[in-house]
């Protein structure tokens, strides 16, 4: 039976998770962890918390919410660490290196359905839920798929198999009365999908910002915003922590959600600077940094996405039962 690549990852960190039970990693019921408080900030001092963060567009909210003060009004010294992807956070968090972590939503599904202590504190980012979106399937200009219904039987890149792009994708091409069975999806990294595109590696690519406008800038076009096409209201990511932490350290998780969801508002209604503060941690070229398409903010948690994208994972094999998410969204 073939394992899906995310899924064995997760699978791993699932293991790190009993391996820092048995070994100390992970906090005790009775020992502080880094982060932990008895008492939030009464005495005045911040609470240090690291963040595992991606450096894509997705996390401007929460850059912009620390250059804003909202974390230190909340009590917090927030420390935000990059890291590749979210196969790398999520075990970080769960042994607690990171208080803190930012994934998208099917990754989190996948991994509480292997166990893994994870608990959902606040939303990450949104679909524009319109055209333009933050991501969509794209073709050269001169292709004969015209639809998300043409793409059945075609390759189609993703950066990572069995994940939110492949299950959204093939939603969309089952939707528009096409058959997602036959689809060949190719794992390959966003920034590799452009080149691949315009040389014909792949017939279509599922790409996001800030390489999706690369893409269009060379002349592929657009048959799908997968993200927009399965829900206009698709909460593509989220932030978490571990169980036992926000289990040890409720006034902790308090603090930080009620710093996130000021700095998701703030960010929606501050576009400019949302923007502007791209420049301070990713390598994203000025010139398509200003041309393209930014995520949607918003403090609204959303359940209905969260069982949307656990039914996808279902329906498309990722799982083998229905994933239960009352621990990840409590």
Request: negative net charge; contains cysteine.
């Amino acid at each position: 039976m073939r394992r899906p690549l995310a899924l064995a990852a997760l699978v791993a960190a699932g293991a790190l998770t009993l391996a820092g039970c048995s070994g100390g990693g992970t906090p005790s019921a009775t020992e502080p962890a880094p982060g932990a408080t008895d008492g939030g900030n009464a005495s005045g001092e911040l609470t240090p918390i690291s963040v595992g963060v991606i450096p894509i567009v997705d996390v401007a909210a929460i850059y912009l919410g620390v250059e804003e003060g909202f974390f230190e009004e909340e009590g917090l010294d927030v420390t935000l660490e990059l890291a590749q992807g979210g196969a790398a956070i999520v075990p970080a968090v769960v042994s607690n290196e990171y208080q803190f972590g930012f994934s998208n939503v099917t990754s989190l599904l996948l991994a509480t359905n292997n166990g893994v202590p994870l608990q959902a504190v606040g939303a990450g980012n949104f679909t524009t839920g319109q055209d333009p979106d933050i991501g969509a399937v794209v073709v050269p200009a001169d292709s004969d798929i015209q639809s998300a219904a043409d793409l059945g039987g075609r390759s189609v890149a993703v950066n990572t198999l069995n994940n939110i792009g492949d299950s959204t994708v093939r939603n969309v091409v089952d939707e528009a009365g096409g058959d997602s069975s036959g689809i060949q999806f190719v794992e390959m990294g966003f920034p590799d999908m452009p080149a691949a595109i315009s040389g014909g590696q792949v017939e279509a690519a599922w790409i996001l910002e800030p390489h999706l406008t690369r893409a269009l800038q060379a002349g592929a076009r657009v048959v799908s915003w997968n993200f927009a096409e399965t829900d206009p209201d698709l909460m593509i990511s989220a932030y978490f922590t571990s169980q036992p932490f926000a289990a040890q350290s409720p006034e902790v998780v308090e603090a930080f959600t009620q710093a996130l969801n000021r700095s998701l508002d703030f960010a929606e209604e501050n576009p400019d600077a949302t923007r502007a503060i791209l420049g301070e941690y990713t390598q994203i070229d000025p010139a398509v940094a200003e041309a393209m398409t930014m995520p949607r903010f918003s403090s609204e948690f959303s359940t209905d996405t969260v069982q949307l994208l656990a039914d996808l994972a279902l329906e498309y094999g990722m799982v083998d039962q229905e994933i239960d998410f009352s621990a990840l969204v409590p």
